[in-house]
C-alpha cells in the first residue's frame, strides 16, 4: 500500500533531550516536506526536501534539523526542544513540483 | 505575512444545502492553489487544485484573480462532505502555506 509513514504517534519529552521524529515513503517520491499544525495558525511548512542531499527552510524552520540521505527517508529532528514546539507534526511527499501530497498520520509531539 | 486567509473557522449547513468555503490568498506572482480535506480519523488528502479545472466529489473551485479567491463550491451538501477544509497555496511548487481550516458540518 502507497503510504507515507511517521513514528511515533505521540512523543513526551522534557525540554533539551533531543529527539528525532521519522518519516518514511514507499511512492519513490522525490519531494519531502515537515508540518507543525497549531491551533488557530493551520499548517506550517518547517522544510521542504527536492530530493535527496536538497533541502530547504519552509516558513518557520527555527530550532528543527532535517536530512534527506536517501530518497524514502526524512527525518524531523529536534536537537533541543523547547515548550513552544508543542505541536502536532505532519510529513508529506510528493512527485516533484506536483502538489498532490500524501500525508502521513501525524506525530503529536508534547515538550514538558 | 499571512498568504492564506479562510475566514471561517466553522461552517454549518443542512444536507441538500449549497455550501461555499472561502479562501482568499495574497501573493504576487502566479501561484497553484488547492484544496486538502482531512476526514474524521483519516489523513489530510488533497482534494482538488486549480490547474486540474476538475470536480471532485462534486466539489469546485475557481481561481478568481482580480479578488485573489478560490472558494469551494458544491450544490447540494452531502453529510459525507463533513470534515476540516485546508486551502493551500504553492509559490513554486516547493513552499506551500496553508489556511487555518474550515471545519464543514453537514446537517442531516
Known amino acids: 500500500e502507497a503510504q507515507v509513514t511517521q513514528n511515533p504517534r505521540y512523543l513526551i519529552t522534557v525540554t533539551g533531550k533531543k529527539l528525532t521524529v521519522t518519516c518514511s515513503q514507499n511512492m519513490n517520491h522525490e519531494y519531502m516536506s515537515w508540518y507543525r499544525q497549531d491551533p488557530g495558525l493551520g499548517l506550517r511548512q518547517i522544510y521542504y526536501?527536492?530530493?535527496?542531499?536538497?533541502?530547504d527552510k519552509g516558513d518557520v524552520p527555527e530550532g528543527y534539523k532535517v536530512s534527506r540521505k536517501e530518497k524514502r527517508n526524512f527525518p524531523l529532528i529536534l536537537e533541543s526542544p523547547s515548550p513552544n514546539q508543542t505541536s502536532l507534526y505532519f510529513c508529506a511527499s510528493s512527485r516533484l513540483q506536483q502538489g498532490i501530497m500524501f500525508f502521513g498520520s501525524g506525530t503529536q509531539l508534547s515538550v514538558l | 505575512a499571512q498568504r492564506v486567509t479562510q475566514p471561517e473557522k466553522l461552517l454549518s449547513v443542512f444536507k441538500g444545502a449549497p455550501v461555499e468555503l472561502k479562501c482568499n490568498y495574497s501573493y504576487s506572482g502566479s501561484p497553484e492553489l488547492f484544496w486538502y480535506v482531512q476526514y474524521s480519523r483519516q489523513r489530510l488528502q488533497l482534494l482538488l487544485r486549480?490547474?486540474s479545472r476538475e470536480s471532485i466529489k462534486g466539489f469546485t473551485a475557481d481561481l478568481n484573480k482580480g479578488e485573489t479567491s478560490f472558494h469551494l463550491k458544491k450544490p447540494f451538501a452531502q453529510e459525507e462532505d463533513s470534515a476540516m477544509y485546508y486551502c493551500a497555496l504553492s509559490n513554486t511548487g516547493n513552499q506551500f502555506y496553508f489556511g487555518t481550516g474550515t471545519s464543514l458540518t453537514v446537517i442531516p
Open positions: 526536501s527536492m530530493n535527496v542531499e536538497v533541502t
Open positions: 486549480h490547474i
